[in-house]
């Protein structure tokens, strides 16, 4: 995980146009402007007991997939967490430099 990213990466010559986006700027904008984002987003992976970040790519989990209709950071707790309301909740990030390969709990980053 970066814990900073420059606007411009000479070395690579690479621009990160979002570099200074919190992940709240990022969504605030995809959702006014309407940007497409990926279906992953949709989902929900709720489960009983916390998985471990380098489990959560393994086939056959412990958890519930459910999806959303919508990305997960539009719904409320309770359509996130379900009724009752599951323990542990997961979801998959993924703009720019904010990104995991594993879901995490809606407020981290992998």
């Known amino acids: ?6 606007l411009w990466e000479d070395g690579k010559r690479t621009l990160n146009p979002l570099a200074g986006w919190s992940w709240s700027d990022i969504i605030a ?5 309407g940007v497409p984002v990926n279906e992953g987003h949709n989902f929900a992976y709720r489960a009983q007991a916390p998985i471990e970040a380098t489990k959560r ?5 412990p958890w519930e997939k459910v999806p959303l209709g ?6 409320t707790e309770k359509e996130l967490k ?3 309301p599951a323990p542990i909740t997961y979801v998959f ?3 720019g430099d904010i990104h995991t390969t594993v879901p995490v709990e ?5």
């Open 1 to 6: 995980q970066r814990i900073s990213l420059d």
């Open 29 to 33: 904008y995809a959702d006014a402007k």
């Open 57 to 61: 790519h393994l086939p056959n989990l």
């Open 70 to 75: 919508k990305p997960f950071w539009q719904c």
């Open 82 to 84: 379900g009724d009752p």
């Open 93 to 95: 990030k993924s703009f």
């Open 106 to 110: 809606p407020h981290e980053s992998e």
